[in-house]
DNA sequence: TTGCAAATGCAAATGATTTGCATTTTAACT
DNA sequence: AGTTAAAATGCAAATCATTTGCATTTGCAA
């Protein structure tokens, strides 16, 4: 670990790895106290490069980053916008691609559609 | 229809469906004449508002855009950022989602890993 | 051809993210 | 504890894709 793991990196991290959802630079910078939101920014990409959390990439305006815990897949309800997370076998997954000459190092899943909690 | 198919529509449009595969908003003004960037942007808003093209969300730093021809997912090659497209069986691939609570409307996959032509 | 709505061009605004640089903090070593 | 160099942070400004406001042009129908 050629780097320091300040006070203020430990909450960044601690605040991802509890919400167990996605969050942006500017939600970590509004729940944390004292913390410049270019901190945010720098830490954000120093844990990503450091393979510590993932960029998750779905459409919104704003990055979102998540702890690493378990690979697993997002799906957004373009309702309300909320991300859920669930898993697949990768294994299967690989199987059903119908793609040649590619190696395969990582898969993402996408699902939109619609949550329970239906807006008017 | 209501709207005009202009000339700088068709053109772009001719454009993504003969380049099979995703272009820039930049892309496309580079390769038509006459045509301001700003009408580009609008136009693509515009066709994927009426689902005649579709963005695409990877992880690049310009939003990209395809012409509509099959449901397809894509293959990012981290090397020469290449973007290759490719198919699978949409009812096998739900069957594999370990999602709950949850009307799938659209699923889609991003493959990332290494095509072929390798760069030094 | 006249007129009006839609389309376009141009310039400026927007907003998330990045960068430059001065200041502060950290951790290791006296 | 004091010293010090490197790393971390804060602040302001820059960046850059995309959007917006508005004046001008174009397309289509009466």
Redesign the interface.
């Known amino acids: 670990m050629n780097f320091k793991l300040t006070k203020k990196r430990q909450a960044i991290l601690a605040l991802l790895k509890n919400s167990g959802t996605t969050l942006s630079a500017q939600d970590i910078f509004e729940r944390v106290d004292d913390m410049d939101l270019t901190t945010v920014y720098r830490n954000l990409d120093l844990f990503v490069k450091e393979k510590m959390i993932t960029?998750v990439?779905?459409?919104t305006d704003e990055d979102l980053y998540e702890y690493q815990s378990e690979p697993h897949?997002h799906?957004v309800?373009?309702d309300c916008n909320k991300v859920?997370h669930?898993?697949?076998?990768t294994e299967?997954?690989e199987k059903?691609?119908?793609?040649?000459?590619?190696?395969?190092?990582?898969?993402?899943?996408?699902?939109?559609?619609?949550?329970?909690h239906k807006r008017v």
């Open positions: 960029k990439v779905l459409n897949h799906a309800c373009t859920i669930f898993s697949a076998c299967d997954l059903l691609l119908r793609i040649k000459d590619f190696n395969i190092e990582n898969i993402e899943v996408t699902v939109r559609g619609t949550c329970r």
